[in-house]
T-cell receptor, first 113, second 116 residues
Framework: DAKTTQPNSMESNEEEPVHLPCNHS???????IHWYRQLPSQGPEYVIH???SNVNNRMASLAIAEDRKSSTLILHRATLRDAAVYYC??????????????FGKGTKLSVKP | GAVVSQHPSRVICKSGTSVKIECRSL??????MFWYRQFPKQSLMLMAT?????????EQGVEKDKFLINHASLTLSTLTVTSAHPEDSSFYIC????????????FGSGTQLSVL
């Protein structure tokens, strides 16, 4: 079961890095860890995903613990547009079939100017 | 990038009526689409997995006769809330992906359903 646990809320100052943690101690060995973010009244937006190795893309970095029981989403320089609810989600792998995302409760990130 | 279009974005209906929500993959084919429901200040809860050409798979506690899902083509899945009641008022979101195996999902913009 890819259940995830995140802090309810976090605050950051603009232009500073933000580290958003997620615990997923029950994740299986083949479940990918995904991060999405959601603005009010909108659908979630993909941020990043990974399995074991750390990942980087233009939006963020994902640091995955060696035991895979936790991960951290890193926004290198927070902007006001990064204020959103960030969801850590496990993607259940159905062995070649499309898996579904199991969302945690998310972290509401506030960014102060 | 892949685009998932969801329509309508907002609907208000009377109790007892049925409402249909459409989810389209605009630039890719999706054999599988997912339907989520989100109550205010809560996370997304998976309702069902929609499979093209076959019956949908519903999560535990979701009434299949109330939430009818039709995935008649590789680019369209519909969710019909039958005999809607005020407790069905929620934000409904669909998602799909052009890939299989752990790749990112693309989400529609959601449908806010208000049942009076």
């Amino acid at each position: 079961d890819a259940k995830t646990t995140q802090p309810n809320s976090m605050e950051s100052n603009e232009e500073e890095p933000v580290h958003l943690p997620c615990n997923h101690s029950t994740i299986s060995g083949t479940d990918y860890i995904h991060w999405y973010r959601q603005l009010p009244s909108q659908g979630p937006e993909y941020v990043i995903h990974g399995l074991t190795s750390n990942v980087n893309n233009r939006m963020a970095s994902l640091a995955i613990a060696e035991d895979r029981k936790s991960s951290t989403l890193i926004l290198h320089r927070a902007t006001l547009r990064d204020a959103a609810v960030y969801y850590c989600a496990g993607l259940q792998n159905y062995g070649g079939s499309q898996g579904n995302l199991i969302f945690g409760k998310g972290t509401k990130l506030s960014v102060k100017p | 990038g892949a685009v998932v279009s969801q329509h309508p974005s907002r609907v208000i209906c009377k109790s007892g009526t049925s409402v249909k929500i459409e989810c389209r993959s605009l630039d890719f084919q999706a054999t599988t689409m997912f339907w989520y429901r989100q109550f205010p200040k809560q996370s997304l809860m998976l309702m069902a997995t929609s499979n093209e050409g076959s019956k949908a798979t519903y999560e535990q506690g979701v009434e299949k006769d109330k939430f009818l899902i039709n995935h008649a083509s590789l680019t369209l899945s519909t969710l019909t809330v039958t005999s809607a009641h005020p407790e069905d008022s929620s934000f409904y979101i669909c998602s799909a992906s052009p890939w299989v195996d752990n790749e990112k999902l693309f989400f529609g913009s959601g449908t806010q359903l208000s049942v009076l």
